[in-house]
């Protein structure tokens, strides 16, 4: 049975692939899918359609587990900070086998914050400030 770790608070769910529902966030059985069925919380301001890069997360074991990166999630991830070479978007990467990842601790959603946009920050002005 395959199961994920979130290594920042250690919380691991198992699970079988054929029981999870889809939750229409990502691709089906990615780990952004995992995380709204298991209810822990993962940003997504695109909704999981590999349009930002809010879902950003770090892969600390399992690399091999996961389905490989199309070519969309890595011109997506080349404008994520703190791209590391463990990083994938948590939308786009599908659970295969036991994966233990990170969210950053600085991976926060600019737009609901009132900040440019996601990927430029503060460089374009908020109109409302």
């Not at 059985?29 to 995380?35: I, K, R, T, V």
């Not at 690399?63 to 590391?84: I, K, V």
């Not at 991976?107 to 609901?112: D, G, Q, T």
Request: glycine share 12%; with cysteine; aromatic share 6%.
């Amino acid at each position: 049975m395959p199961k994920i770790t979130l290594v920042n608070d250690g919380s691991t769910y198992e699970f079988q692939p054929e029981e999870v529902p889809y939750g229409g966030h990502g691709k089906p059985l990615s780990l952004l899918d995992l995380a709204e069925h298991f209810g822990f919380h993962l940003e997504h301001a695109c909704g999981g359609s590999c349009a930002c890069t809010t879902c950003h997360v770090i892969i600390k074991k399992g690399d091999n587990h996961l389905s490989g990166m199309e070519e969309d999630e890595q011109d997506r991830l080349d404008m994520a900070p703190g791209l590391t070479l463990h990083s994938r978007l948590g939308c786009q990467c599908i659970v295969q086998g036991d994966v233990e990842f990170e969210i950053p601790s600085w991976n926060r959603n600019y737009v609901s914050e009132g900040g440019g946009s996601m990927n430029l920050g503060d460089a374009i002005p908020n109109p409302k400030k």
